[in-house]
């Protein structure tokens, strides 16, 4: 289960459950429109909730990553589940965008809105 909500900086979306292939369509159209309003929106994922993903959806979820990996500005990661933060950060590896792991959605949510140059 997705839930998508705009935010000035560009998307919070929160996963539920099980990530499927229709879910990531939902993101993918989301992440699409903000990207024809904002030049390098960024993201929130919030992953806390997040039990697994299906093998679809993850094979998906790297070829659009790849084809936009210039598209988006920051990427603010809420994630318990190691094995979660394992493919995620292993997901992350393989593009070229800028994310940061929290524990809080007010944590990711303030780098977001402030974030520190590197």
């Not at 159209?29 to 960024?42: I, M, Q, W």
């Not at 318990?80 to 809080?104: E, M, N, P």
């Amino acid at each position: 289960m997705i839930s998508i909500r705009e935010q000035a900086y560009g998307l919070d979306v929160a996963l539920y459950n099980e990530f499927t292939l229709a879910d990531f369509k939902l993101f993918e159209e989301a992440l699409t429109k903000r990207l024809a309003e904002r030049e390098k929106p960024d993201v929130l994922l919030d992953l806390a909730e997040l039990k697994d993903f299906t093998l679809d959806m993850a094979l998906e979820e790297l070829k659009f990553v790849r084809e936009h990996e210039k598209d988006f500005g920051l990427i603010a990661i809420i994630v318990t589940d190691v094995w979660i933060k394992l493919a995620a950060h292993i997901s992350g590896l393989l593009v070229h965008t800028r994310s940061q792991y929290f524990d809080t959605v007010e944590e990711a949510q303030a780098w977001l809105e402030h974030p520190v140059a590197a």
